[in-house]
């Protein structure tokens, strides 16, 4: 849905779809011919290596931190040489992350089937209220988010207390 969410964006800002980009780079990988496109206005570069990093992280946050140190020392090269065409393009840069991450303890995993209509390490979302206060019973020190303005109306979350995370009891995660 990003690339068409893209669009729809530049579009309301009178840039025609032609000269929108959405584009997805990763370690290694050489940036994509298209974002040299003569008629490109707006372009978006996705580079998802550090959420990658987050993402395998099985030894907590020290591997994260190390895995960034190394990717800062090699990987990272080819990112910047990416910024480095745009700037020299004419282009102006926006660089943003979509989110942090923490180091989290499991508290177990819900195994709720079909019942979650959205799962993570730290959140459940559910089509009812009630749903959501029956895993709660389950879990201990979780916390009911619902009818705030913020989630749409039937929709409840689910959420780990604190530092805790829905993984294997104990285990220690990295997790948004």
């Known amino acids: 849905e ?3 969410g893209w669009e729809r964006f530049w579009a309301s800002e009178d840039v025609p779809a032609d000269a929108c980009t959405y584009a997805r780079i990763g370690t290694g990988d050489e940036a994509p011919a298209e974002l040299w496109r003569e008629r490109t206005r707006a372009l978006c570069l996705i580079d998802n290596s550090i959420d990658d990093i987050v993402h395998g992280a099985s030894l907590g946050a020290r591997e994260v931190q190390v895995s960034v140190r190394v990717w800062l020392d090699s990987a990272s090269r080819r990112l910047e ?10 282009f102006s840069l926006y660089i943003t992350s979509d989110h942090g991450h923490v180091e989290a303890r499991g508290i177990g995993t819900p195994r709720e089937g079909v019942l979650v ?10 089509a009812d209220g009630r749903t959501a206060m029956q895993w709660q019973a ?39």
């Open 117 to 126: 209509e959205t799962r993570s390490k730290r959140a459940r979302v559910y």
């Open 81 to 90: 040489a990416v910024v480095e065409q745009l700037l020299g393009s004419g």
């Open 2 to 4: 990003e690339p068409a």
């Open 138 to 176: 389950r879990f201990a020190g979780t916390v009911v988010w619902e009818h705030d303005g913020l989630l749409p109306a039937g929709v409840a979350a689910l959420l780990p207390a604190g530092r805790e995370a829905f993984a294997p009891a104990g285990d220690v995660v990295v997790t948004h």
